[in-house]
């Protein structure tokens, strides 16, 4: 058992600390570094923790919000968790085979 690394996500909290307190506010500062990114896009960005980060839209967060990549990402250790062992299977009732039996007017 070890445990998984893992992270929280701080840009909301880094946000409100600098006053921005609307997604919107980020999109035209992103474009001013080049960064394209739609409202839905950075709304994600802001309000989710990302699976994936493009090192740039990283570099321009914490060129916006005047701060590092630590103040925004906090690594941490996730405990793993205590392997179960899987039930057994149920016993599942074995089909019956179906019986045809002629209905009225047949031979």
């Known amino acids: 058992m ?4 893992g992270y929280q996500w701080h840009l909301r909290r ?4 600098h006053g921005m307190f609307a997604t919107t506010e980020l999109v035209p500062c992103l474009a001013e570094r080049g960064i394209r ?6 709304y994600r960005l802001v309000t989710k923790v990302p699976e994936r980060l493009n090192l740039t839209v990283l570099a321009a967060l914490c ?3 005047d701060c590092g990549p630590g103040d925004l990402i906090e690594p941490v250790r996730k405990p ?9 299977p149920a016993q599942r009732p074995r089909p019956v085979r179906a019986r045809v039996i002629p209905g009225p007017g047949a031979r």
């Open 14 to 17: 880094v946000m409100a600390d």
């Open 80 to 88: 793993a968790r205590k392997e179960e062992p899987a039930p057994e």
């Open 37 to 42: 990114l739609s409202r839905e896009q950075v």
């Open 2 to 5: 070890t445990a998984k690394p």
């Open 63 to 65: 060129d916006i919000l």
